[in-house]
């Protein structure tokens, strides 16, 4: 005996590798009882081991197991006689303790080799546990849940003996076990046929079929494979071998690429994926977001989601790759089809009914600029309406911020705004992107915001379609909440602002630490900022051809400029916002603390719907007031008696230049608009080249500041607003909307307020 329990000690510390969720719990703590989803010897052995490295020296008779049931309970009730007996006794915490080598979906129909497998790996066999360490030991994951307290188990049942109190606490343990098995792998997979026949046959598709047949006089089984061909293209095929594969080959690809992966807001996750399904909405910046999404959540315990990914991706060999890793291919558009958007909608309620979690891109495609765009809101759409049929299944909508201090399609993005034909992608384009990943691409963040309910956030009473692009803008509000400002971003706020794109290295050191400071002290500061040498992490962009030194002078050239305004506009729905505060105390004639709010209102909601603000317009004047006190605290700000006046200083200067070529291009469209009614064509195109004049004349390095479709985007917020009207393809300005005229011409600088008059008087 001796023999085995050294072998297993040997094989714990030499073979397996564990990846610990809620290590917060392995502190020491003498009112703690660990409770072991199994009785293996090996996983009591591993426990201690972990908590040991904790300085926690936990004696065996507080380390108890569901599969020793009588000296569970035993246990149980005699620590519930105590609480009994003495309600001033300290609390006991009782911690499910979940081991997993190896946590990937099983399938239901496995082939023969699949099936020695599983019972090489039984659960009840010395044979089997040797076999699980064996092939998945180092991919065991140790899952520490938040603690059951004793004394309210008590509490929730009183006058109830302590047997069978114990009773209750040792069922709800075992659901609670079987819940965050689920959580952590996922539902058991079904066949490939019996779920296209499942789809196949539920009513609303047999319905559409029928209609079909009867509309083009084809057979009903002519159509059913049409269906059936589409729906196969449309499933992922997610193979649990293709993740095992995956997951070391990803790690050791982002240890190679990334200096660090930053991933936080987890914990909320795993506090709700027990019973809920979990639908993450991701921006969306890269190809990237798809691999480091499920990567993320495989390493911290969560079952691995279906990605709804373009039709595009469905390429020879990497399209296969890929749906074996969970893509659900899509169209960009569902128009002309009558079948296709009844088979996606069917198959996301398949996939909801049986407990998988999904993920698709709320902004619908990648942003080349940065910003984030607005929502896309078809499968928001369907998700709703499936959990509206089906309310008594909750699901939690998870917002996802992704950034990367340089993206691996950073030259793509930039030909794709200077109006280069997007390409294709194929399995040769994407080896050919592995060739970019011999440099390292700095560092990457991947941090989830607060979960949205859909049981609070929907209605199910009422109408539901115009609670969708509520909802989808909510979404983003959650994202720029969840925001995470990385190293690149704050060296381009401060560089891009300066008009020779150049500042003496100590300069630029000083001004990003202001910064940072002022971005802290927003009342929508971002999550996190990135932390370290603020040199260092000059000399890494330097590394990354992102910026030039020359000894000590930082500078960017064009194409750097260009690049680096990506990484600036992450940030505008921070800095924005403060930007136009001060400009405002600087050009207004006499600010004080309470007229700010009234003018800033008046730009308020053009800003909030574009840059995704969390506060509604009744909300401001608090949010204003915060604003102001953080910029007053940073010195940015003073007071002379009554009136406001901002301080001469170069970070004041970098938030009035950062926010002055967004409320620039608002004035040009407004502008143009002011005397006379334009085409929708005509509007975007004098805006581009007025934007383009300015942008040469002032040096306001963002490619995408004259693009027509962000110009597009705008002029469609405006329409959404009811400021602008449309009559016989002639768009105009309402009326009662050209007090902003008056107010631009307030705030912006006399020099850019001239240019753009003579511009127009160019048209």
Sequence with gaps: MHLVK?????????????????????????????????????????????????????????????????????RLESQVEKLSFDPMAPDIQLIPVSIYHGRLPERINLTPLQRLNRWLQRENSLIGHCFQILLNGRQTLLQLDQPL??????????????????????????????KRRIAIRGPELSGRETMLNTVINAPQIRQQIALIATNTGQLVDEVENQARRKLDGIAANLSPSTAKVLEPLLSFLWRKVYNRVHIQGTEQLQACAANHQLVYLPCHKSHMDYLMLSWALYKHGLMIPHVAAGENLNVPVLGSILKRGGAIFMRRRFKGSDLYPHLFKEYLAYMASRGHSLEYFIEGGRSRTGRLLPAKTGLLSMTIENFAKSPDKPVVLVPVWISYDKLVESDTYQRELDGVEKSGESFLGAIKTLRKFSHKF???????????????????????????????????????????ANQTALIATVLLTESKLSLPRSRLIASIEQLICVLRKLPNAPRQLAQG???????????????????????????????????RNQLHSLTVLAGCYVMLVKRYEKPTPQNMPRLLQTLYPYLRAELFLPWKQTQTTPAFRELRIGLE????????????????????????????????????????????GLSTDDLISESQRIALSI???????????????????????????EVLTKADDIVMLHDDSKAFIRRARQFLSSSLVTLVERELHRY
């Design 6 to 74: 050294n072998i297993r000690k040997l094989a714990i510390h030499l073979w397996i590798k564990t990846n610990v969720q809620g290590a917060v719990l392995l502190q020491p703590d003498k009112q703690r009882l660990y409770i072991l989803q199994s009785g293996r010897p090996s996983h009591r052995l591993l426990l201690r081991k972990h908590l040991k490295l904790n300085s926690n020296k936990v004696p065996n008779a507080r380390i108890l197991s569901l599969h020793d049931l009588p000296s569970l309970l035993k």
């Design 149 to 178: 307290s004793l004394k309210d188990e008590i509490h929730q049942h009183p006058h109830q003996p302590a047997g069978v109190i114990a009773h209750q606490i040792q069922q709800a343990l075992d659901a609670h076990f079987t």
């Design 442 to 484: 700095g560092e990457a963040a991947l941090s989830f915001g607060d979960p949205i309910l859909l049981e609070q956030a929907i209605d199910t009473t009422n109408a539901i379609r115009p609670q969708i692009d509520t909802l989808g803008f909510q979404v983003l509000q959650h994202i720029n909440s969840a925001l995470y």
């Design 533 to 567: 040498d603020i040199n260092e992490w000059i000399d890494l962009a330097v590394e990354r051809n992102q910026l030039t030194a020359d000894q000590h002078i930082i500078s960017l050239n064009e194409a750097q400029a260009r690049e680096m305004s990506f990484y």
């Design 633 to 676: 605290e940073n010195q940015l700000l003073t007071r002379e008696d009554t009136h406001l006046k901002v301080v001469d200083s170069h970070i004041n200067r970098v938030l009035i230049r950062t926010a002055e070529p967004i409320l620039i291009r608002y004035f040009i469209v407004f502008r143009l608009l002011t005397d006379t």
């Design 695 to 721: 942008h040469h004349h002032f040096g306001f390095h963002s490619p995408e500041y004259s693009d027509a479709k962000m110009l597009q985007l705008f002029i469609d917020q405006l329409f959404e607003q």
